[in-house]
């Protein structure tokens, strides 16, 4: 059904249609409008047979998560950039339990400083904790992985993260086919979990586990996370067939097949990347797109032959490794360590800054160029930077570095400077 809602709207429309029995809610900015409009679902009683929980943190949050799923229940919380840090614990735990939590990640930046605006910080916090990890293009792509979340939870008995872009997505309204109730009860079907705490079959859940055993649970974890390659595709080939539209998957690959360029993406910045190449191949320059849908697992093989023979590979990144560099680049790196493609990270959109279509077209052409440097930042103002770096070496006492960043810019938009 086509209606013109906003992102989190539509989320929480897709995630009330899978029927979660419990809902761990605890408010976030920019994920509460999900769990807000799940809540009023559930008041309503268009959402009957789920309990609605209000915690007091996002640790409680995750921890009833587990709770719940470990008792047999169909368990959704959302969350987003310190909240996601404040329940890192029990995110750890619902992945090495093998727990089929799905959860919300709306993409923020973490602090300090303090900002509440979109970049993907907050998701690579926890790339190691053993979640599958999908990342959504659009509003559309966001609401349809949702319930391609809660099927792969369950097939796999693995937590599934969805991440969308705060803010970009999660606030931004526009027309969305969302599946009707009668859809989703057809493709995800009742809730079986594969292990339950149940008195008249005790296990323990979350034994201690020693120096004697705990590798090959370690790699029991690694050997599912593999399985899930092969599952994540099926059932979005499945979903493609019951739906009449094509969302998840590993990886989205556009206009790949000729490019001497590609660049590779995840999230919402994968539409300005397409609008680029398309424009740049209208003058002759043939450049592709892969955005990356499963983050973990990640898809190297799928990878590998997305980008083909491409000379040049571009991964424009929204976080990095402060001390490193690229995140994303580095996986993507590995993926296709055997081909002579030439990779550039390029790091873009922190904290919620712009990303012009003019910015992501000067680094294609550096790169046709061959003059496009390892690491890159987009439209980073050296100035700024330097005065800092200058201030730091003059003075031990120079004071905190983004108050007198701000300070600095304060001072050149009045003319002062």
């Not at 408010?27 to 959402?47: A, D, F, R, W, Y």
């Not at 293009?137 to 099927?151: K, M, V």
């Not at 800092?388 to 003059?394: K, T």
């Amino acid at each position: 059904m086509l209606r013109q809602l906003e992102g989190s709207r539509a989320v929480a429309m897709a995630v009330a249609a899978c029927r979660p029995q419990v809902v761990c809610a605890y408010p976030i900015t920019p994920q509460t409008h999900i769990v807000e409009g799940v809540g009023e679902m559930v008041k309503s009683g268009e959402l009957a047979g789920c309990e609605f929980i209000n915690v007091e943190s996002e640790f409680a949050a995750m921890s009833v998560a587990i709770g719940a799923s470990a008792a047999g229940s169909r368990a959704y919380t959302a969350t987003s950039s310190q909240g996601l840090l404040f329940m890192i614990e029990a995110v750890y735990n619902a992945g090495g339990l093998g727990l089929p939590v799905v959860m919300t990640l709306a993409n923020r930046a973490i602090g300090a400083p303090i900002n509440i605006w979109n970049d993907h910080s907050d998701a690579m916090a926890v790339r190691d904790a053993g979640w599958v990890m999908l990342f959504a293009e659009s509003n559309q792509e966001a609401t349809d992985l949702h319930i391609q979340a809660f099927r792969l939870a369950e097939d796999l008995s693995l937590p599934v993260m969805v991440n969308m872009d705060g803010f970009v997505l999660t606030h931004a309204t526009e027309r969305i086919d969302v599946p009707t109730q009668e859809q989703v009860d057809a493709f995800l079907p009742p809730f079986e979990p594969r292990q339950v705490l149940d008195p008249a079959d005790p296990v323990t859940i979350g034994a201690l586990v020693g120096p004697e055993a705990f590798t090959e649970v370690r790699f029991l974890a690694h050997a599912k996370q593999l399985q899930a390659i092969g599952r994540i595709r099926e059932v979005a080939d499945e979903f493609a067939q019951a739906f009449g539209r094509r969302s998840g998957g590993l990886v989205n690959s556009y206009r790949v097949e000729d490019a001497d360029v590609v660049v590779v993406a995840l999230g919402s910045i994968l539409g300005t990347i397409k609008d680029v190449a398309d424009e740049m191949r209208e003058r002759g320059t043939k450049v592709g797109v892969v955005g990356i849908t499963s983050f973990r697992p990640f898809p190297l093989e799928a990878l590998h032959e997305a980008i083909g023979d491409a000379r040049r590979v571009v991964v424009i990144e929204r976080a990095f490794s402060i001390g490193f560099g690229g995140v994303l680049s580095t996986d993507v790196a590995l993926a296709i360590a055997d081909a002579k493609a030439r990779i550039s990270t390029v790091v873009a959109g922190l904290g919620g800054r712009a990303v012009p279509e003019a910015s992501i077209a000067a680094v294609i052409e550096d790169a046709m160029a061959d003059s496009l440097e390892a690491l890159r930042f987009v439209d980073l103002d050296r100035s700024v930077v330097e005065r800092e770096l200058a201030r730091m070496a003059g003075d031990r006492r120079s004071g905190p570095s983004a108050e007198n960043v701000l300070r600095d810019l304060r001072a050149v938009a009045s003319g002062s400077v």
